[in-house]
């Protein structure tokens, strides 16, 4: 077996695992990021590119505009409260302290750029929530990758559109108006313009946003830097030697390689969102089954638990949520990943609701997906599947779509051919078609649609909250969340429980360093994102509350694995 020596190792080349490795080699230390897939970018690819980080340096100017004033005590209330029995204190404090610097850290050192976001919290009916503890990524120019491009991975294909990534909230409000609106048709046309202008002079859209572009900047940075990468490269084995790591197997094309490493081995795997076995034992049953979908990397298999367990690691699934809960769509004659639809838009919208096979609701449809997602659980406690229906109505559906179909004037019959979207003129016959008790959808909707007249929700309260309204639609009143379902024909799509990520994971320390099952840290193992436990305990605090922690505690291990303080 071929042997190399490099002072760390970094496994998977998500957010966490590149910023472990870039913090790394800035101070010094000579690096190795393997990953499994023959692309790299992880889950963090295809996600929305944002942080969660309280006192970032951004904030203030987004405090100044929106004249929200906000604090690291009022975080920390906030994440107690969000936390509740299952808060680990120190690491709450680390995060808290270290996050901030992170930011600023990279901002300075490498080609990652940030922007202030002015985003409720998930939870703004907290005395302690905000709206600026979020940040976003900066755009990327595609060119700048060179030949790394062709290995960057992509956005999720189904969310797409003609093959142009949409970017800023901006850029997907003129796109959901394009169809009523003549100035944003006008936009939107100039974008695509630009788009299919650079497919003729490059050979693809230029224009890399999100996630995608997060990890770009980070590949950018890691590759000026002279680190290099292995795609389609397996970590398979970890070496301990006296209570510490000190080398690793790693599979290539070329056959196994063994790593001897100097400083240790950073885990950034993604957590176990396709293990169904370890799935099957962490989530509530309804949710846990085997045919389980979701649009997370198709090789975050749990490889990193699993490596950890095999040298003393311990895995904890105490948390309150096991997974970062999303509502998704499955379309019928899909195999994979790309026919699953991560409800963030329709759901929220005037003219939606979701009721469950009695034809009844179960939760504030406007509320964020994690806090969506177990209230559906609930509600089909002691089924065999947690499922629901989002039902709309055609006023709604033509102006934001529903799941995979888009709004006007995109057409959607071949969604509905394929059996994923169900079309009627009546409830009475879309109940039927979707096996909703008829009755009980009927009475319903009638009784939604008195308070949604009047803009108020007896049952859930939806609107009521700061979070709900951002997420409504401004031009709609009284209640920019609630609009009435009158309009024929009426639309229905199947919601499952799915998730974007995992929560339960690696016990760790303030260090990220792995822990036995005594407390112990496990000298030269890291673990980082998704294969960490939960620093917010399975909580959802606000957008990139899986993003923020990935990478602080990415950038915590490279520089202890330095021997530098956090």
Request: glycine share 12%.
């Given at each position: 077996?071929?042997?190399?020596?490099?002072?760390?190792?970094?496994?998977?080349?998500?957010?966490?695992?590149?910023?472990?490795?870039?913090?790394?080699?800035?101070?010094?230390?000579?690096?190795?990021?393997?990953?499994?897939?023959?692309?790299?970018?992880?889950?963090?690819?295809?996600?929305?590119?944002?942080?969660?980080?309280?006192?970032?340096?951004?904030?203030?100017?987004?405090?100044?505009?929106?004249?929200?004033?906000?604090?690291?005590?009022?975080?920390?209330?906030?994440?107690?409260?969000?936390?509740?029995?299952?808060?680990?204190?120190?690491?709450?404090?680390?995060?808290?302290?270290?996050?901030?610097?992170?930011?600023?850290?990279?901002?300075?050192?490498?080609?990652?750029?940030?922007?202030?976001?002015?985003?409720?919290?998930?939870?703004?009916?907290?005395?302690?929530?905000?709206?600026?503890?979020?940040?976003?990524?900066?755009?990327?120019?595609?060119?700048?990758?060179?030949?790394?491009?062709?290995?960057?991975?992509?956005?999720?294909?189904?969310?797409?559109?003609?093959?142009?990534?949409v970017g800023s909230g901006v850029?997907?409000?003129?796109?959901?108006?394009?169809?009523?609106?003549?100035?944003?048709?006008?936009?939107?046309?100039?974008?695509?313009?630009?788009?299919?202008?650079?497919?003729?002079?490059?050979?693809?859209?230029?224009?890399?946003?999100?996630?995608?572009?997060?990890?770009?900047?980070?590949?950018?940075s890691l590759f000026d830097l002279?680190?290099?990468?292995?795609?389609?490269?397996?970590?398979?084995?970890?070496?301990?030697?006296?209570?510490?790591?000190?080398?690793?197997?790693?599979?290539?094309?070329?056959?196994?390689?063994?790593?001897?490493?100097?400083?240790?081995?950073?885990?950034?795997?993604?957590?176990?969102?396709?293990?169904?076995?370890?799935?099957?034992?962490?989530?509530?049953?309804?949710?846990?089954?085997?045919?389980?979908?979701?649009?997370?990397?198709?090789?975050?298999?749990?490889?990193?638990?699993?490596?950890?367990?095999?040298?003393?690691?311990?895995?904890?699934?105490?948390?309150?949520?096991?997974?970062?809960?999303?509502?998704?769509?499955?379309?019928?004659?899909?195999?994979?990943?790309?026919?699953?639809?991560?409800?963030?838009?329709?759901?929220?919208?005037?003219?939606?609701?979701?009721?469950?096979?009695?034809?009844?609701?179960?939760?504030?449809?406007?509320?964020?997906?994690?806090?969506?997602?177990?209230?559906?659980?609930?509600?089909?406690?002691?089924?065999?599947?947690?499922?629901?229906?989002?039902?709309?109505?055609?006023?709604?559906?033509?102006?934001?779509?529903?799941?995979?179909?888009?709004?006007?004037?995109?057409?959607?019959?071949?969604?509905?051919?394929?059996?994923?979207?169900?079309?009627?003129?009546?409830?009475?016959?879309?109940?039927?078609?979707?096996?909703?008790d008829p009755a009980g959808l009927?009475?319903?909707?009638?009784?939604?649609?008195?308070?949604?007249?009047?803009?108020?929700?007896?049952?859930?309260?939806?609107?009521?909250?700061?979070?709900?309204?951002?997420?409504?639609?401004?031009?709609?009143?009284?209640?920019?969340?609630?609009?009435?379902?009158?309009?024929?024909?009426?639309?229905?799509?199947?919601?499952?429980?799915?998730?974007?990520?995992?929560?339960?994971?690696?016990?760790?320390?303030?260090?990220?360093?792995?822990?036995?099952?005594?407390?112990?840290?496990?000298?030269?193992?890291?673990?980082?994102?998704?294969?960490?436990?939960?620093?917010?305990?399975?909580?959802?605090?606000?957008?990139?509350?899986?993003?923020?922690?990935?990478?602080?505690?990415?950038?915590?291990?490279?520089?202890?694995?330095?021997?530098?303080?956090?």
């Amino acid at each position: 077996m071929k042997t190399i020596t490099v002072d760390l190792l970094v496994a998977g080349s998500g957010a966490a695992g590149l910023t472990a490795a870039v913090t790394a080699r800035l101070a010094g230390l000579d690096v190795l990021v393997v990953e499994k897939e023959a692309v790299f970018g992880g889950t963090t690819a295809t996600s929305g590119g944002v942080l969660w980080v309280p006192g970032n340096h951004h904030s203030p100017a987004v405090q100044q505009t929106t004249g929200i004033a906000d604090s690291i005590d009022d975080a920390r209330a906030y994440l107690i409260e969000e936390t509740g029995n299952h808060i680990e204190r120190e690491r709450v404090e680390t995060y808290l302290d270290v996050a901030p610097r992170m930011v600023r850290f990279l901002e300075d050192e490498t080609e990652v750029k940030f922007y202030g976001m002015d985003y409720p919290d998930y939870h703004s009916e907290s005395a302690y929530s905000s709206t600026v503890r979020s940040i976003g990524t900066v755009d990327y120019e595609a060119r700048r990758m060179g030949k790394d491009l062709a290995r960057l991975k992509n956005q999720l294909p189904q969310t797409l559109f003609m093959g142009f990534a949409v970017g800023s909230g901006v850029e997907m409000i003129a796109f959901m108006k394009a169809g009523r609106s003549i100035r944003a048709a006008g936009f939107v046309a100039k974008k695509l313009g630009k788009h299919f202008l650079d497919i003729a002079r490059y050979g693809e859209g230029q224009q890399v946003v999100r996630g995608r572009a997060l990890v770009a900047r980070l590949a950018r940075s890691l590759f000026d830097l002279g680190t290099p990468l292995w795609t389609q490269s397996p970590l398979r084995h970890l070496v301990s030697q006296d209570g510490r790591i000190v080398a690793a197997d790693v599979e290539t094309a070329d056959g196994p390689v063994r790593v001897e490493v100097r400083r240790g081995v950073v885990l950034a795997c993604g957590g176990f969102p396709q293990d169904p076995e370890r799935r099957a034992q962490a989530f509530p049953a309804p949710a846990g089954h085997r045919d389980h979908r979701n649009p997370a990397a198709p090789g975050n298999t749990g490889d990193g638990t699993r490596l950890a367990e095999s040298v003393g690691g311990t895995f904890s699934n105490e948390v309150s949520h096991p997974a970062a809960w999303m509502p998704v769509s499955v379309l019928p004659e899909s195999e994979d990943f790309t026919g699953v639809w991560p409800h963030l838009v329709d759901r929220q919208k005037p003219g939606f609701i979701s009721v469950t096979a009695d034809g009844k609701r179960f939760c504030d449809e406007s509320s964020a997906y994690h806090d969506y997602v177990p209230e559906l659980i609930k509600a089909c406690a002691g089924k065999d599947k947690a499922e629901a229906w989002l039902v709309g109505d055609a006023a709604a559906v033509r102006k934001w779509g529903i799941g995979l179909a888009r709004p006007f004037p995109i057409p959607h019959g071949n969604l509905v051919r394929s059996g994923y979207l169900k079309r009627a003129e009546s409830l009475r016959e879309l109940a039927t078609a979707c096996g909703i008790d008829p009755a009980g959808l009927e009475a319903t909707v009638a009784r939604f649609n008195a308070g949604a007249r009047a803009g108020v929700d007896p049952e859930f309260g939806r609107g009521d909250r700061v979070y709900d309204r951002y997420q409504g639609d401004p031009e709609h009143g009284p209640n920019p969340c609630l609009g009435p379902l009158e309009q024929a024909p009426f639309y229905a799509v199947r919601i499952e429980a799915g998730i974007i990520g995992t929560f339960a994971g690696l016990m760790t320390d303030s260090n990220a360093q792995v822990l036995r099952a005594d407390g112990t840290p496990i000298e030269g193992l890291y673990a980082v994102g998704n294969d960490q436990k939960s620093v917010f305990a399975g909580a959802y605090p606000g957008a990139g509350a899986t993003l923020g922690p990935a990478m602080t505690f990415g950038y915590i291990a490279g520089r202890h694995a330095a021997g530098l303080p956090a």
